[in-house]
């Protein structure tokens, strides 16, 4: 069996980039646009950050100017810094997410909802003695709220409740529940 020299987070982020690449060339109805987040877990000592890149599925439905639904695309990279435990170590986290939002459009400031879950790959199983997830493969399940704003709405703020845990495929599977802001702006 032939290993790579590659560390696995470094294999992470050629994989992001080649998704997002991939991502990219798929035609989209709107640009593309990039999110920032910052999120904690205060159970397990958990920081993360992250950037996001949002693609357009071209679905859509409902009305331009009231209540309107929409399906994105979520390539998702992110850092978690572990702050607490024996043995600390960070994660690369990489995933991808389909993301429904409900949008009540028709002024200025447009109030969202949104919902998702999808996959993730974690460079490593812990990120201390005391949080063990015995799988690198996790599932994202996450919900939150937002506002867009701006002059064509380029701009959103909101707040995300997300999780993460292996859907019992294996034991341990304590999770992790991460609370999250982010900024998106769409190009």
Same mark, same amino acid.
């Given at each position: 069996?032939? #290993? ?24 989209? +109805? ?10 904690? *877990?205060?159970? %397990? ?14 679905? %859509? ?7 309107? $639904?929409?399906?994105?695309?979520? $390539?998702a ?11 600390? +170590? ?10 429904? #939002? ?21 460079? %490593? ?5 005391? %949080?063990?997830?015995?799988t690198?493969?996790?599932f ?6 937002g $506002? ?5 709405? +380029? ?15 294996? =034991?341990?599977?304590?999770?992790? *529940? ?5 900024? =998106?702006?769409?190009?």
């Amino acid at each position: 069996m032939i #290993r790579s020299a590659l560390p696995r987070s470094a294999k992470l982020l050629a994989a992001a980039l080649g998704a997002a690449t991939l991502f990219a060339a798929l035609p989209a +109805q709107a640009d593309p646009s990039v999110r920032v987040i910052y999120g904690k *877990d205060n159970k %397990h000592g958990i920081e993360k950050y992250g950037v996001d890149l949002d693609f357009d599925s071209g679905f %859509h439905w409902g009305n331009p100017e009231g209540w309107f $639904v929409n399906l994105d695309w979520e $390539v998702a990279l992110g850092q978690w810094r572990s702050t607490k435990g024996t043995n600390r +170590q960070n994660i690369t986290e990489f995933g991808v997410t389909p993301l429904f #939002r409900l949008e009540k459009r028709g002024g200025s400031w447009v109030p969202f909802i949104e919902a998702g879950v999808g996959p993730r790959l974690l460079s %490593h199983v812990s990120t201390s003695n005391e %949080h063990y997830f015995s799988t690198a493969f996790q599932f994202s399940d996450m919900i939150g709220v937002g $506002v867009a704003f701006g002059s064509k709405q +380029q701009f959103q703020m909101g707040y995300r409740f997300e999780h993460l845990s292996n859907a019992s495929i294996k =034991r341990p599977n304590p999770g992790t *529940d991460l609370n999250e802001l982010y900024l =998106r702006y769409t190009f």
